[in-house]
């Protein structure tokens, strides 16, 4: 990785740090070109299987800041989601939150959790980090089952949508629809300006080597945390949006098959690119639309469908697409 030269006592940035404010004009296209097929897609398809899509694919670009851009291979981020999703749906059903103020209470929790979990998890690597998180969220699973303000099997029902900052009515499906978007493009420019800032660089410097990193100075440990938080707190963004949009908190946001969804995701779409978790999110929840009518053959037909695409495509289908056009996407 080449460097510049940095003044005496500060450690050296990554030349690419230089560089990192400036957008690729080509990522501005694609950029529009996804901000206007997502505008005139709710009419076209049903806003409902959109407003899914696009919780999710705010999740997975909250997992793929981590994985992608960290290394950090968490099976726990089911925690976050589903965690925000029980917090947003009992402040809104029994404390009377308004919608926003409801979101962002679910959100406020999951990053607290993340910061928790972080904490505990951040110094262990490889599976050893994995398997941790995935303790964590068994934890909070099991937690979620046995508490009696989440329902139990039941989960929260009849969450209310309310009024969005007192002016937008949640309950007109159209209105719904474009505030979850505004949520999504808020999340997706975090994720995008935290990559391309000198903080990202240095998240890429300790992905590919953490040991030089931390000879040049930078406390490794410190930048995976909050990268581990911020990834958290998006996720609780994510899972507060769908408990609002669906009006439902249930185990199943918390379970560890979603852990393993995200992954997919991630997988699907391009692992450490910018728009492969939106295409990913997008396929697996078209794809589980699409074919629940085979009942029990669904995760079969999943499993095949997921093994052609990774031998296909190995670095996801952006991740393919960015590599044809020789441009990163």
């Keep these: ?63 793929n800041l981590l994985i992608g851009y960290v290394g950090l291979l968490s099976f726990g981020h089911a925690a976050f989601l589903g965690a925000a999703g029980y917090a947003t749906a009992h402040s809104a059903k029994v404390w009377g939150f308004p919608p926003e103020v409801a979101i962002l209470f679910g959100t406020a929790v999951a990053a607290v959790l993340g910061l928790v979990i972080g904490a505990v998890t951040i110094r262990s690597r490889g599976i050893y980090f ?126 560890w098959t979603m852990s393993g969804e995200v992954v997919l995701m991630t997988l699907l779409g391009g692992l450490g690119t910018v728009f492969g978790p939106v295409v990913g999110a997008f396929i697996l929840i078209a794809l589980e639309n699409y074919l629940a009518q085979l009942g029990a053959w669904v995760t079969i037909v999943q499993g095949a469908i997921f093994v052609v695409c990774v031998l296909t495509f190995r670095r996801g289908v952006v991740g393919e697409l960015g590599h044809l056009l020789r441009k990163p996407l």
Aim: hydrophobic letters at 60%.
């Design 130 to 255: 994995a398997n941790i998180t995935l303790a964590f969220a068994q934890m909070i699973f099991f937690f979620s089952l046995q508490a009696k303000f989440t329902g139990g099997e039941d989960g929260i029902q009849a969450v209310p949508r309310g009024t969005f900052l007192g002016l937008l009515d949640l309950r007109q499906m159209y209105v719904l629809y474009f505030v979850v978007l505004a949520i999504f493009l808020l999340g997706f420019l975090v994720v995008y300006r935290a990559i391309h800032s000198p903080f990202g660089q240095v998240l890429k410097a300790v992905r590919e080597n953490e040991p030089r990193a931390v000879s040049l100075g930078y406390r490794a440990e410190h930048y995976k945390l909050i990268a581990f938080v911020l990834s958290a707190t998006l996720s609780g963004l994510a899972g507060g949006t769908k408990a609002i949009v669906f009006q439902l908190a249930s185990l199943t946001d918390v379970h």
């Design 1 to 63: 990785m080449s460097t510049v030269t940095a003044k005496p006592g500060a450690a050296a940035l990554p030349a690419d740090a230089m560089t990192a404010s400036k957008v690729p004009a080509h990522q501005v296209v694609a950029f529009m070109i996804m901000i206007g097929l997502l505008i005139a897609a709710p009419f076209v398809i049903y806003p409902v299987f959109l407003m899914k899509a696009l919780c999710f694919a705010l999740f997975a670009c909250a997992f």
